[in-house]
């Protein structure tokens, strides 16, 4: 495994890369959650699903909040991935104060990844309800300079560890690898589709299993993104943040 990847608590081997996500709510605690999916970064890499923003009261499952999730760190070819819903019933947390198309073509690589794996969620066979497809996510400047910003502190202060910053506004997905892209981070959040099934409520269980990262790009209400990125030498650090943010307890994920 890489030795750049981050630590956490708990580990869940897989092959590929790891990842790590926050989130934030209205009790105390930090955590981190979810195991990163599989992927193929050049030489290894890592990676960090969610943060969640949002607010609400009490998690379900004794988790609310800024109230630390489960920690997990993928081991594989190098790579890390932490997911943290958010606890309560609340509708989460606030939105990007301005939004638009930046016209970067890196921007774009986000967005149409992120979109691409919105595109392919399709009416569950349990769903209850009239069936809407998921709407694409457009780019925020406002989210992408609080992504930029913080990825620049985590390769700046944290060597490109796999660290969230306590705040609630923003949902969060990081990631690191070496020479990683937009779109391999991308497809590595998304490669936990197979470990979340739908219900009505998103709950501690869906959060546990491992699916964090996955749910909170397809999370129907989050609907503006912004990508930030930063190098520690060959390695990347990649974070992505979400408005409002997903994950959150007690919410249906789309």
């Not at 790891?18 to 890499?45: I, N």
């Not at 989210?143 to 910003?149: G, I, K, P, R």
């Not at 796999?162 to 892209?181: F, I, K, W």
Request: a neutral charge.
């Amino acid at each position: 495994m890489d030795n750049r990847m981050a630590r956490f608590a708990l580990s869940l081997a897989v092959a590929g890369l790891l990842g790590c996500g926050s989130g934030g709510g209205t009790a105390p605690g930090q955590g981190e959650g979810t195991a990163g999916a599989t992927g193929t970064v050049p030489e290894g890499g890592s990676g960090e699903a969610g943060q969640t923003g949002g607010g609400g009261q009490a998690g379900s499952t004794g988790e609310a909040g800024q109230a630390g999730a489960r920690s997990s760190a993928a081991a594989g070819a190098g790579g890390a991935s932490t997911s943290k819903p958010t606890g309560g019933t609340a509708s989460g947390g606030k939105t990007a104060s301005s939004s638009g198309s930046s016209g970067n073509a890196v921007a774009n690589q986000y967005v149409d990844a992120i979109n691409a794996v919105r595109s392919a969620v399709s009416q569950p066979a349990n769903y209850t309800g009239t069936w809407a497809p998921l709407p694409e996510v457009v780019w925020s400047d406002t989210v992408a300079a609080s992504a930029q910003a913080w990825a620049n502190n985590l390769a700046a202060n944290q060597s490109c560890n796999l660290v969230h910053e306590s705040q609630n506004t923003y949902g969060e997905n990081l990631a690191m690898g070496t020479n990683l892209t937009p779109k391999q981070a991308v497809d590595m959040w998304a490669g936990e589709k197979s470990l979340y099934t739908w219900s009505p409520s998103y709950s501690m269980a869906d959060f546990n299993a491992g699916s964090g990262h996955y749910t909170q790009l397809v999370w129907r209400k989050s609907t503006q993104v912004g990508c930030g990125s930063a190098t520690c030498a060959r390695s990347v650090v990649i974070s992505c943040r979400f408005s409002p943010p997903g994950n959150v307890i007690g919410q249906a994920v789309f």
